[in-house]
């Protein structure tokens, strides 16, 4: 890197995290949250990549109406566990009686 006035800087905070400037993030196509790897070069060098989001990776198999209804992972778990509850005090319930 030049260090050129142009390229985007940030700073790392004491605990490590660092906030990537808005134009890397549109640059990686990351909105919101979004998951990166570094990759080491050669040249002593760092790389960021786009971690891509199970989302993309599905591919041929996904429709644009598939990816339009892309829920967070965690709100699908959470639905999934109080379905699963709610099953089980179903089940617990229909045998005791």
Same mark, same amino acid.
């Given at each position: 890197?030049? #260090?050129?006035?142009? /390229?985007?800087?940030?700073?790392? *905070?004491?605990? #490590? =995290?660092? =906030?990537?400037? &808005?134009?890397? &993030?549109?640059?990686?196509? %990351?909105?919101? =949250? #979004?998951?990166?790897?570094?990759? +080491?070069?050669?040249?002593? +060098?760092?790389? %960021?990549? &786009?971690?891509?989001?199970? *989302? +993309?990776?599905?591919?041929? %198999?996904? =429709?644009?109406?598939? %990816?339009?209804?892309?829920?967070?992972?965690?709100?699908?778990?959470? /639905? +999934?566990?109080?379905?699963?509850?709610?099953?089980? *005090? /179903?089940?617990?319930?229909?045998? #005791?009686?």
């Amino acid at each position: 890197m030049t #260090g050129s006035s142009n /390229e985007p800087t940030a700073s790392v *905070a004491c605990d #490590g =995290t660092v =906030t990537i400037p &808005r134009r890397v &993030r549109d640059t990686l196509g %990351l909105e919101g =949250t #979004g998951r990166i790897t570094f990759v +080491e070069t050669d040249d002593v +060098e760092v790389v %960021l990549r &786009r971690v891509k989001p199970p *989302a +993309e990776i599905r591919g041929a %198999l996904a =429709t644009s109406a598939d %990816l339009d209804d892309e829920k967070c992972p965690s709100v699908t778990l959470r /639905e +999934e566990r109080r379905r699963d509850s709610a099953h089980v *005090a /179903e089940k617990l319930g229909n045998d #005791g009686a």
